[in-house]
């Protein structure tokens, strides 16, 4: 793994040298490469969710793990929205004069060679390699074992593309050993990976946060909430509830727990209980709840699990400040929303709650790479430094000072 990890380590450096128009180039032939190879890539997949299958892996992660013509499309789709977007190296952030008479810039520069270990979805395969040589950055990706045959082929069609082009495959490359064992020697590799970014489940984010010897930035659970305060719109808040729990319910921006403030509670409450009983919702309440509809117990428990399937607890609260307590309590840092005409209310709970992306008579579904404009995301981010929420091409870039000076010496 060393040495593989050491050839990845020189291959980026290239990266350096090629034209932004050049790179574009190379990633519009990736997602036309998609597109020719998807009878392929949809035969690799068929094999992983046959073995999906027979391992009676859960609803919601086949959900994730499946891909169809659709899919495909869009994941190329993905790759060519990403060559349109500015090229995010090279930019002078800032600029000035010191008092010696040093010309200094802060100027936009690659991370180096960045490690992601993802599970399910093979289109992440396709988002983080095109963000990643986008900005200029190696990458190792590490996705998990039920998608193993979807991106391996993959990986091979985009590789493919790259020696096409008299480039190095090992500017974009999978992990060699997958095992656990090869995982945990993996990220303590930091002579040869810059950043770790680990996106799944908590059991996979800790071990990482707890291991790894180079930067990390967590891609955390998505404990999303939507909060219906009393002076909402109900009838959009309906729609925007379902939308935010229903659309997707396996995707980490889908609301896990509604709250909705006690003032209206026993006026509203059987109103979202039919509409979500109409999408085959399986509802959870808070006591306060269950006095006023049926529905299952939610205990603690409940409201701290990313059920990532048509599942949802209730909690009702008193008014924004408990709204604001629940979510302090139990939330990821990942997405929250508000649903309220008020905008006094509206801007507290903008203000107070902590989270990656915070909405205001919107649904969590939003919290995506391609909806920001960003094209893809490589994941979003619940940490705080230095890239927060959706993860593109200018989160897998840091900077340095470029100082120009003229005979200069420090006194």
Known sequence: MEHYLQQVKSSSRILLSISSQERNRILREMAEALRLNATDILNANTSDMKRADEENLPLALKERLMLDKKRIEAMAIAVEEIAALKDPVGRIIDGWVSEAGLKIEKVSVPIGVIGI??????????????????????????????AESSNTVIMQVLQEVLARNSLPKELIALLPDSTREGVAKFIQMDQYIDLIIPRGGETL?????????????????????????????ILEAITIAINAKVQRPSACNSIETLLIDKEIAKEVLPIFKNRFEENQTILKGCRLTREIVYVAEATEIDFNTEYSDNILS?????????????????????????????ITTAEIFMNEIDASSVYVNASTRFTDGGMFGFGAEVGISTSKLHARGPMGIEGLTTYKYKVYGRGQIRQ
């Open 205 to 233: 984010i800790q071990f990482v946060s707890k291991n790894a010897t180079m930067p990390v930035i967590k891609h955390d659970k998505g404990q999303c909430h939507l909060y219906v305060d009393k002076d909402a719109n």
């Open 314 to 342: 209730i909690c009702i609260v008193d008014g924004v400040h408990g709204a604001i307590h629940h979510i302090t309590k139990f939330g990821s840092g990942h997405s929250e929303s508000i649903i309220t005409e008020n």
């Open 117 to 146: 270990i993802y599970e399910s979805r093979p289109n992440v395969t396709t988002d983080a390699a095109a963000l990643c040589f986008k900005s200029s950055n190696g990458c190792v990706l590490k996705g998990g074992k039920e």
